[in-house]
Every structure is written in C-alpha cells, then in structure tokens.
C-alpha cells in the first residue's frame, strides 16, 4: 500500500503550495488512474511516492510523510526503492544497443523477465539491435514500457505512457498492461489522454486544489452515477452535469433508482469533478 500522510509540498520561490496537507491511500492489486489539470501536481506526487522530492515543512513545522508498505520513501532505504519503478513522461536514453541497455540494467531487478521483456518488444515491433538514443519519441516509449513491465516490480508508475504513441500501439499498450499485471501489484497510470487508457482503470485519483478531490473505485462510480447521452430537451432535475456533444447532451445523473449500471464516461466525470458538480 502507498499512503501520504500530511503531505505538503511546494517549489522553492514560489509562494503555491502544489499539496496542502494531502492524505491519500493507494490499495494493492489495482491499476489506477491518476488525473488532474496541468499544474494540478500529478508528476510532482509521482516525484514526492518515488522519494526523488522531499515534503515540504508546513506553516506549523510539521512534515508530512509518503510511506510504501509502512516504510517512509524519503529515507529511501534499499527495502523500499526496489519495490518501485517509475517511467516518467521524458527522459533521455544512452548511446547503447537495447540489448547492451538490458544487460547494464535488467540486474537491478531481482524479478525481472526477459521472456515478458521479450514479448513486449515483439509486439511493439522492436528489435534489441537497436541502439537507444537514435529512436524517435515513440520508439523510445515503447522500449521503456516494455522495461518497465518487465521488472515485475510490486509498485509500477508511469508518467504520460502513451505521450508520443500511435493509435495501434495504444492499443497494444493497453492489452499488455492487462496481460503484464502481476498479482498484489501495482500500477499508477497518471495521464490527460483519458480515452487512450481509461479501460485499464479500477480506481480514479483526480488531484485539485492542492488536494485529491477524488479517490474512488469505476466500479463505486458506476453505480453511483448514470452516463447517458440526451436530446436537448431531455434533461431533468436528476441530471447534475451536462456537456453538449455530437451524439447529443452527455450527462452525469444520480443513480436513486440503483437502475442498471452504465459505462462510466470517464473524461465527462472528471469535467463535473474540476467543475465543482461532484464533490
């Protein structure tokens, strides 16, 4: 399990607090999505449950606390560091073949699978010769995914995955996810391309005003909400957020009758969140 206690963080020079105070509980065994506008902290709290930031002392001299299975990250003891991968959104990769890479780098991972490792790449499309620094974007993202799955660490946290991928390889991403996830692991997917991965999703973070506004199960959601698509003068007092679209008005209703369960709209659900019409 991943808990913030307390936690407050902010830049130095600058006077906003990115979190104030932030309490949040992230459960073994579930992929979650990590969402909130830009600037609302989402890689920074990726940075603070990686300890690569520390807490931020607050106005009262307290320091608050991200813990891994009880143990605090920011003494980053060896216990705890190898339980953790984090793919960020950029990076730069050496001038080395990905075969020389795996051989440098495979052994810090005492569960790594080069037969996972492998299948990735084959999916992917990737060869080992190739060498690291001379790929584009995409091809980049697709050799650190397919690393980072492969470690079979017990917490996995990646930054934008799917930044700079092309529709089929979204597509695979998501089916190796599902096929890569290891039992009592955990995966933290923190995104602003909603639709490339919400399918993956058993839990919804979504961070906003210096706090988590949201941390709730898909499954919690769709049986409190009902997501359907109305023509215009089909909206009742029961509907408590809209947004217009091509298939009609989108909306977010109350679900008081516990009526069959409806696929959850995720970016419509966190549009009502950041627009105060959930709580």
Do not use: W
């Not at 679209?245 to 679900?255: D, F, K, R």
């Amino acid at each position: 399990m991943i808990e913030t206690r307390n936690l407050t963080f902010g830049y130095k020079g600058q006077d906003r607090k990115v979190f104030v105070h932030l309490d949040l509980e992230i459960a073994e065994n579930s992929i979650y999505g990590l969402l909130g506008q830009n600037g609302a902290g989402k890689t920074t709290l990726l940075a603070l449950m990686n300890g690569l930031y520390r807490p931020t002392v607050d106005d009262l001299g307290n320091v608050g606390e991200v813990l891994i299975d009880g143990e605090n990250i920011a003494e980053r003891q060896i216990s705890t560091l190898e339980k953790i991968y984090f793919l960020p959104d950029e990076f730069e990769l050496p001038e080395v073949s990905l075969k020389q890479y795996l051989g440098m780098r495979s052994g810090f991972y005492r569960d790594f699978s080069y037969e996972m490792m492998q299948n990735n790449l084959r999916e992917f499309g990737i060869s080992e010769g190739v060498v690291l620094n001379r790929l584009s974007l995409g091809q980049r993202k697709k050799v650190m995914i397919s690393f980072a799955l492969a470690t079979r660490c017990k917490i996995l946290m990646m930054d934008e995955p799917t930044n700079g991928l092309d529709i089929p390889s979204k597509s695979i991403f998501r089916k190796m996810v599902a096929r890569c996830m290891g039992e009592d692991q955990t995966i933290i997917i923190s995104t602003h391309l909603v639709h490339d991965v919400e399918g993956l999703f058993d839990h919804v973070v979504i961070l906003d005003d210096n706090r988590c506004v949201v941390n709730a199960s898909m499954a919690d959601i769709a049986e409190k909400y009902t997501f359907e698509y109305r023509s215009l003068g089909d909206v009742d007092d029961n509907v408590i957020y809209t947004e217009p679209s091509l298939q009609g008005n989108a909306t977010i209703s109350l679900n008081k009758k516990c009526a069959e369960e409806t696929p959850v709209n995720l970016e419509l659900f966190f549009n009502a969140v950041i627009n105060k019409k959930i709580k």
